[in-house]
């Protein structure tokens, strides 16, 4: 397969070109305010799809917004892939801290990306990964080296939750059965250092409301003699983690696995400065769970942070005010085996037990979703892994994410089948905040590395 190399020289700035295009449209899930954008990119997908050569394309409505599905089946007998990836993007606040504007895309060189790297909101998470595997497809149609069958499930509403995709995989069994299910939604560790994401972390998102007195009241006539929401929700807070930042909700960690010392060594191998990461977030030390590493502490530890938090005067100068309600979003990611509705339980028995009287609380929770680990000896990570090793050179690492993509442990349940998880981004690629990027040279390598993963995936069926 030389040629996809000389293919993607040849076509290279259109395949930019197209990406930038992709990314001027303002597609945030989040903001009612952008509908009509979200429904354009919906559109925009269809239309690459079938110039890609997919033959049969539909924009499938649902509740919120819909899902692009796009297939080529040429021979029941042969495998089929299914790309699942978002054309959803994050909202790009605070608009003030970007280089450029978050929906003008840019092309800028960087330390790490000498190449350039593409600058707007929804680069690498998720178009740009994304759109890699519609152009793997647009080479393989177009040079007669597509091996299987293909299917592409691509959604709108991931930032969101992914709601009404959840409802549409249950519904649609038959529609969406394939053999493996290919992501490129995660990073990976370093350009020199190929890897596979083999885990995702779960979670669970809930709002928390303490009210107080009946309205704002003047801290000199009242403070100190009634409950402060603030003051109270803060302290609430500092007690979800005791002194070593073990999480205090009683059952958090009941199901939470322990690994064994040798895995623990073997995840130690993967290379990684802690010098380095202190200074490219500008810290002095790190900060986490007592008795693990950084990188065990963004992977196979749950975690719970507080999001946001408001409440009170927060304008210019000085108002003395107790403000009658405060308010704070919390995320806590979770491990496998954690099941997210049992920990959202957990939290909201909890948080209502460790309200003092005087306030009263109210426990929201948003969307959640399960974690996800998969083997490394499955058909499809042996032909991912070789993929790599055609592109790279390098045999990839496993490895896993601290993020979420609550939808695979779901397409595990209903499609019965395992997903192989290749993401080319950088976790320097800021994504959900200002500036996000996506390297050129990562954008194009994923078109390079794909197709060698349909054809040693066919192969393995043979
Ligand atoms: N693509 C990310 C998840 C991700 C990024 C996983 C990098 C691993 C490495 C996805 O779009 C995302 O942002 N997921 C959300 C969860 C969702 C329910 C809003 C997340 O992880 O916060
Ligand atoms: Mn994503
Ligand atoms: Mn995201």
């Not at 994304?130 to 080479?139: F, R």
């Not at 007669?144 to 069994?173: D, H, Y």
């Amino acid at each position: 397969m030389q040629s996809i190399q000389s293919y993607i020289d040849n076509h290279k700035d259109r395949f930019l070109n197209e990406l930038i295009e992709l990314l001027k449209i303002p597609s945030i899930s989040a903001d009612s305010a952008y509908k009509n954008d979200v429904l354009k990119t919906a559109d925009a997908i269809k239309i690459s799809l079938e110039k890609a050569g997919c033959d049969h394309v539909e924009v499938c409505e649902t509740e919120g917004y819909p899902i692009v599905y796009g297939e080529k089946i040429f021979d029941k007998n042969l495998p089929t892939v299914l790309v699942y990836g978002h054309y959803d993007v994050q909202p790009p606040d605070p608009l003030d801290l970007w280089n450029s504007p978050p929906f003008e895309p840019v092309i800028q060189k960087t330390d790490l990306h000498p190449e350039g790297a593409i600058f707007a909101r929804g680069a690498c998470d998720d178009k740009g990964q994304m759109y890699m595997h519609v152009k793997a497809l647009e080479y393989m149609t177009a040079n007669n080296e597509l091996p299987c069958n293909v299917k592409f499930m691509i959604e709108g509403e991931e930032e969101v939750g992914s709601v009404n995709l959840a409802k549409f995989v249950a519904a649609n069994r038959e529609k969406l059965t394939n053999d493996v299910i290919l992501i490129s939604d995660t990073g990976m560790i370093a350009k020199d250092v190929p890897s596979i994401t083999t885990g995702l972390r779960g979670l669970s998102y809930v709002e928390v409301e303490v009210t107080g007195p009946n309205r704002d009241l003047h801290s000199g006539l009242y403070g100190g003699a009634v409950a402060n929401p603030i003051n109270v929700l803060t302290k609430m807070i500092a007690s979800l983690h005791d002194e070593n930042n073990h999480i205090t909700i009683p059952g958090f960690y009941d199901n939470v696995e322990n690994l064994s010392d040798a895995e623990r060594a073997e995840m130690a191998k993967a290379p990684f400065s802690l010098e380095a990461y202190k200074k490219s977030l500008d810290i002095n030390a790190v900060y986490g769970e007592a008795g693990y590493s950084t990188n065990e502490r963004n992977s196979i530890r749950p975690t719970l942070d507080v999001n946001g938090i408001w409440g009170g005067y927060t304008g210019e100068g000085a108002k003395t005010v107790i403000a009658s309600q405060a308010f704070a979003k919390i995320s806590m990611r979770l491990v496998p085996n954690q099941d997210w509705e049992e920990i959202t339980d957990l939290f909201k028995t909890h948080f209502e037990r460790i309200a003092p009287d005087g306030v009263t609380v109210k426990v929201t929770p948003h969307h959640g979703g399960q974690g996800y680990v998969t083997p490394i000896d499955s058909v499809g990570y042996r032909a991912a892994s070789k993929a790599y090793e055609e592109t790279f050179a390098k045999t990839p690492i496993p490895q896993r994410s601290g993020g979420s993509i609550p939808i695979v442990s779901l397409f595990e349940k209903e499609l019965k089948s395992k997903t192989i998880l290749m993401g080319f981004g950088l976790d320097s690629d800021a994504i959900h905040s200002p500036n996000e990027h996506f390297g050129v040279w990562n954008f194009l390598k994923g078109i390079e590395t794909i197709p060698w993963f349909y054809k040693y995936f066919t192969e393995s069926f043979k």
